[in-house]
């Protein structure tokens, strides 16, 4: 394998629900889910059932032919999104769907140039690196793109880019994740949504880690009371099942043959994404991404070091006065829990969105282990000492 990643030295066997398993009978807490891809918990025996069924009858067959899966994924995306009447396009990745809504912007709107937000990421492809903020990831091939970058808290620059009319589309993740959980205010989201309406430019919106009830709503930006011209959606969508999907307005004219793809929208694909959206339906999970999230926020926030929790519903950045990336591998180490990790030092908390409470209470404790025991180590190292008083 050529050498890219760096990885702990933890080989993953097997998992249920948050738990896994290493190939040493280890057993650990998943409060990363993958980068946010476990949705319904690992196993999860309406997944697995679905999978069985689906590989016995047909894994797979070209876009050439009917296939009902598709249209039955497509109905109950629409309903349970609340985005009846747009169109969706299938494919593998989130940097494919992230393309695939560039592309059709770009040809809708006639126009080459894109707005983006300063510590976006869209993904590793050509055009989709080109609207993720970071020099260090692309390449010569593809620089031709032209592409602005804006603050993600400044009105007057969004309003400034936009009043131009150059652009095919401003693109916006619902939470940013990899830049350590950073969500736009509602009035910047309704003004964009204003100014994109009259300035003839597509509000697409980045849905890959934020959707799918991460946030405590389908998708994030419904927070915000706004509706996108296109949304992307991959990660939990179909719950390590690689599955993507681009999602349109039905005033786009997309035509035949402008969008095309081999694997996407397969057999496979189309029964694992139909399994998650039923049981995120059946078993209440988007109201329990907001219940849990809401009280992992709050607990965390009291903790002893903790300086903010950033994030909505299962999908939260902790920064604390002490290295959250030693804070990650104490978890790791001490309690057998993983979480993620953002640069600068954010801890990152993704959870599959049925963790229980007593699991959140079990990474709440962690925790307040760890940090209380970091600030007993501060206040000696600084001469400190704390007085009880009766």
Not at 49 to 72: C, G, H, M, R, W
Not at 105 to 115: E, I, N, P, Q
Request: include cysteine; hydrophobic fraction near 40%; proline fraction near 3%.
């Amino acid at each position: 394998m050529l050498d890219m990643y760096y990885m702990y030295p933890i080989a993953l066997k097997e998992g249920n629900g948050i738990q896994l398993k290493d190939t040493n009978q280890k057993t650990y807490l998943d409060f990363y889910g993958g980068h946010g891809v476990i949705s319904i918990g690992h196993s999860h025996p309406e997944f697995v059932k679905a999978i069985i069924q689906q590989v016995n009858q047909l894994a797979f067959y070209t876009n050439a032919f009917e296939n009902p899966l598709q249209d039955e994924l497509a109905l109950l995306l629409g309903h349970q999104s609340g985005y009846d009447e747009y169109n969706l396009f299938l494919s593998n990745s989130g940097a494919e769907a992230n393309e695939n809504a560039l592309k059709a912007a770009s040809m809708v709107t006639g126009r080459g140039k894109v707005l983006s937000v300063k510590g976006a990421f869209h993904g590793r492809s050509a055009g989709a690196v080109g609207v993720t903020d970071n020099p260090k990831i692309r390449a010569a091939f593809g620089s031709q793109l032209v592409v602005d970058f804006i603050s993600i808290d400044s009105l007057s620059e969004l309003a400034e880019h936009l009043n131009s009319k150059e652009y095919a589309a401003f693109i916006i993740e619902g939470i940013q994740g990899v830049n350590g959980v950073w969500e736009a205010t509602t009035e910047y989201w309704k003004l964009a949504r204003k100014l994109c309406t009259q300035t003839g430019t597509l509000l697409v919106v980045d849905e890959i880690q934020s959707g799918y009830g991460r946030s405590g709503k389908f998708f994030a930006h419904q927070h915000h009371q706004i509706l996108a011209d296109i949304i992307t959606i991959a990660k939990g969508m179909g719950n390590g099942f690689p599955v993507a999907g681009t999602i349109f307005s039905p005033q786009l004219v997309i035509g035949k043959g402008m969008l095309g793809t081999t694997f996407g929208g397969g057999h496979m694909a189309c029964a694992a994404a139909i399994s998650v959206l039923k049981t995120l339906k059946n078993e209440d999970l988007i109201t329990k991404s907001e219940v849990q999230g809401g009280f992992l926020k709050s607990e965390i926030s009291r903790l002893p070091l903790v300086k903010t929790v950033r994030g909505r519903g299962l999908m939260l950045g902790v920064e604390f006065e002490v290295s959250a990336k030693k804070v990650r591998q104490a978890l790791l180490d001490e309690f057998g829990i993983i979480t993620g990790f953002s640069d600068p030092e954010v801890l990152r908390i993704l959870p599959p969105l049925t963790v229980s409470l007593a699991e959140c209470e079990k990474l709440v404790n962690a925790l307040n282990q760890l940090l209380t025991k970091e600030l007993e180590l501060l206040l000696e190292s600084n001469n400190i000492q704390t007085v009880t008083i009766n």
